[in-house]
């Protein structure tokens, strides 16, 4: 059963383009999450997604940044006009479900440079 | 707000040594997850903990639960090289599987 992927794993981008960014759950798994991990910090929580639904973008930037989660293919997270700051660790994670017994299994991650 | 607080941020140790790491979080939780990074790395699981009172065990980490303190700790006997990277607690806040994370602990195992 592979584990959850993510592409591509490095990913350098000029200021002012757009970052597409795919994750594909584990075989089953249909909770995708993402998370950024700013240098030598945390991962910060950004969106929560089941197949075609935003359940939960709290953490998301209200700018520039977009998630989808489609009934066929990979979820993606799209960061348009980038900026020097949105250089970072972007991780997904899915899950099998949600409730007490079950958890979050994380990709290799996307590492974003912005030049 | 949520607030996932973790100590130390940095801990430096020699081989053989015991130390605890914290992890103090702001809001009601029964699970609290532990996680291992190493540099460049994605995050391994270690440990899941489900309810007040939970003790785990794997080698030489120990992880605890008392979620009416609202702190979990992770235990480290006897350390070894192998252990130096960085360690993240996880709260999960609500039905979702939200997990809010702490801020790290950079921990270097020295000879």
């Known amino acids: 059963n592979a584990g959850v992927m993510q592409n591509p794993r490095h990913l350098v981008r000029r200021r002012g383009q757009e970052a597409r960014l795919r994750c594909s759950p584990m075989?089953?798994?249909?909770?995708v999450y993402w998370y950024r991990q700013l240098p030598e910090e945390g991962l910060k929580f950004m969106v929560y997604?089941?197949?075609?639904?935003?359940?939960?973008e709290s953490g998301m930037p209200k700018e520039r940044f977009s998630a989808e989660f489609p009934k066929e293919g990979p979820s993606i997270l799209r960061i348009q006009q980038v900026v020097r700051g949105d250089s970072a660790a972007y991780f997904c994670?899915?899950?099998?479900?949600?409730?007490?017994?079950?958890?979050?299994?994380f990709g290799p991650g996307t590492r974003l440079t912005v030049t | 707000e949520l607030k996932v607080e973790q100590n130390p941020l940095f801990l430096s140790m020699q081989e053989g040594k015991n130390y605890t790491i914290y992890c103090n979080y702001s809001?009601?939780?029964?699970?609290l997850y532990w996680y291992r990074q190493d540099p460049g790395k994605s995050l391994e699981s270690l440990f899941v903990?489900?309810?007040?009172?939970a003790v785990k065990q794997e080698g030489r980490l120990m992880a605890s639960l008392d979620t009416k303190a609202r702190l979990s700790t992770l235990h480290i006997t006897a350390a070894v090289h192998d252990l130096s990277a960085t360690y993240f607690c996880?709260?999960?806040?609500?039905?979702?599987?939200?997990?809010?994370f702490g801020a790290g602990t950079r921990l270097t195992v020295k000879p």
């Open positions: 994670a899915s899950s099998l479900t949600t409730g007490l017994h079950y958890e979050q299994y």
């Open positions: 075989k089953g798994h249909s909770h």
């Open positions: 997604l089941q197949k075609e639904n935003i359940i939960d």
């Open positions: 809001t009601t939780s029964d699970r």
């Open positions: 903990l489900l309810s007040n009172g």
């Open positions: 996880a709260v999960d806040i609500g039905d979702n599987n939200d997990m809010r």
